[in-house]
Every structure is written in structure tokens, then in C-alpha cells.
């Protein structure tokens, strides 16, 4: 079934900065073993391919997207923030699956 994604979240947040370090695979692995929570073997698995599938992300993204400025099209609350974008606003993120998202909802557009 997987872990919570919220668990999965703190997890990446948590071990995702032992990758950027330089440590390898088994090593990240170890530490998550070693965690308090006691992830087991498939969750271990599936916390370091998240690790590795937002450094990929945030590699081959290049931040493009998110520090971009984009217009909104439609009213919304943005979840983040609370804060109420009307159309013809100016949006920006820095969080380039929140802004794919938005774009792919026809809710914002690339200025």
C-alpha cells in the first residue's frame, strides 16, 4: 500500500539532503533503516526512490517553471500561502509541481 504521504514527505525531507552530500545509496539506506519510526524494507525502498525521483526532478526541471511568472486565469486559493489570486494576477512558486499542476488545471499560464 505504501507509506503516508505525509510520512513519505518528511522522510524525503529528513534523508533527501544525505544524497546531496555525496553519500551513496547504501548509506542512505542504512540510515533510514536506522530511523525511530522503524521503516521496513519496502518502505525504506520506497523513501530513498522518492529521494531520488525529486533530485531528478529538481535536476532536470532546472527551476525553470517555478521561478517563472505566471498569470492566473481562474479565481483560487493557493494552499500554501491562503492567499486568494484572482484572474490577471501574478503568480509565482517555488515549487515546480505546484506550478505543472496549476498550468495542467488551466487555472495559471505562462506570462
Wanted: glycine share 10%.
Amino acid at each position: 500500500m505504501g507509506l503516508h504521504h505525509s510520512t513519505l514527505k518528511a522522510a524525503k525531507n529528513k534523508y533527501g539532503p544525505l544524497l546531496s552530500e555525496g553519500k551513496t545509496e547504501t548509506e542512505i539506506k542504512e540510515a533510514i533503516a536506522a530511523d525511530e519510526k522503524g521503516y521496513d524494507e519496502a518502505g525504506v525502498a520506497e523513501i530513498f526512490a522518492a529521494i531520488v525521483d525529486s533530485d531528478s526532478e529538481d535536476q532536470s526541471n532546472g527551476g525553470d517553471d517555478a521561478s517563472k511568472v505566471h498569470t492566473v486565469v481562474y479565481q483560487f486559493r493557493d494552499k500554501a500561502d491562503q492567499k486568494i489570486y484572482n484572474s490577471g494576477d501574478e503568480y509565482t512558486s517555488g515549487d515546480p509541481k505546484r506550478i505543472s499542476h496549476l498550468v495542467k488545471a488551466g487555472v495559471i499560464k505562462e506570462k
